[in-house]
């Protein structure tokens, strides 16, 4: 190979190599596609329904009459998000910190979820300097002495599958040392086999979560509505699928979601950066099944067995 050709070769490969050394979306996209995907990509919201305005209702009844309770629900249907938005209307956030009084607090349990967590979880929550601070002793004294002080009247405990036979004894004693009930919130396994365990340590805890609620999945018209509130929040005009209208492409959604809002949400972000990487593509039932047809549907009734 000559020298001119042998510098041509090397110029092409170090092309290759520069054009490889790009992000793949870049690509892919136009630097404006693109933004437009990250975007979608981060949408997170959640539609208050009736449903949730049901569940408000219920939690009122169980905070004016001091009981405690649990809540379950199929995994992704919006339960903690719901409760999220519960606490919003009773309680307002100064920086990290709640405002006095806070009359609802809600706290989310981490994995293996032991006395300590749970009680660090609720100091997370109203934002004590102190959350992770000290023994066991400590953390608790501090914890009913916060709760008191801050006037809570009801205290929501998100992620409760993973509380320990300990940490449900905390709260039991919260309840009856305090007043303040203390509800449950948690997936089917939580009501079907945690609480419903036969081992003489768990009746004390079966018999002081008596009241249940169960958090319904959407309805057809309640997916109709997610799905037009999405577009309006996240796409931009010219950019909206107007699914609701292709009746086909609601059937699908309403099937591949089984009803539940975050794998709801998760098809509307990926059918989104779909239609703007393929502006052709069909929005019909038939051609949304071609192309996600792999992917798996929600196990609802595998929640519900355990």
Request: charged content about 30%; glycine content about 6%; overall charge negative.
């Amino acid at each position: 190979m000559s020298e001119t050709n042998l510098a041509h070769a090397n110029l092409e490969f170090q092309q290759q190599v520069a054009a490889s050394s790009q992000p793949a979306e870049e690509q892919r996209r136009s630097p404006e596609a693109q933004a437009e995907v990250e975007r979608i990509g981060e949408a997170n919201t959640y539609l208050l329904l009736d449903r949730d305005t049901k569940l408000f209702d219920w939690l009122d009844d169980q905070r004016d009459a001091k009981l405690c309770g649990y809540i379950t629900s199929a995994t992704g249907s919006g339960l903690l998000k719901s409760c999220q938005l519960y606490r919003t209307q009773y309680v307002k956030r100064r920086g990290t910190l709640l405002e006095i009084p806070a009359t609802v607090i809600y706290a989310e349990i981490d994995q293996h979820g032991g006395p300590t967590d749970l009680y660090c979880s609720i100091m997370e929550e109203i934002g004590h300097p102190l959350a992770h601070v000290g023994t066991l002793r400590d953390l608790r004294a501090r914890a009913w002495g916060t709760l008191k002080g801050y006037g809570v009247k009801i205290l929501i405990i998100g992620n409760a599958d993973y509380l320990t036979l300990e940490a449900f004894n905390e709260l039991i004693d919260v309840f009856i040392k305090m007043r303040i009930p203390v509800i449950l919130v948690g997936t089917y396994y939580l009501g079907d086999n945690i609480l419903e365990r036969k081992s003489h340590p768990y009746v004390r805890v079966h018999d002081s979560f008596l009241e249940s609620y169960e958090f319904p999945n959407l309805t057809k018209k309640e997916i109709i509505e997610v799905v037009d509130d999405w577009e309006e929040k996240f796409l931009l005009e010219n950019r909206r699928l107007n699914l609701t209208q292709i009746d086909s492409a609601i059937s699908y959604l309403e099937d591949k979601s089984k009803g539940l809002i975050e794998p709801l949400y998760d098809l509307l972000r990926k059918i989104a950066i779909l239609k703007i990487d393929e502006s052709n593509f069909k929005l019909n039932q038939h051609d949304l099944i071609q192309r996600f047809g792999r992917r798996k549907e929600p196990r609802v009734k595998f929640d519900r067995k355990g």
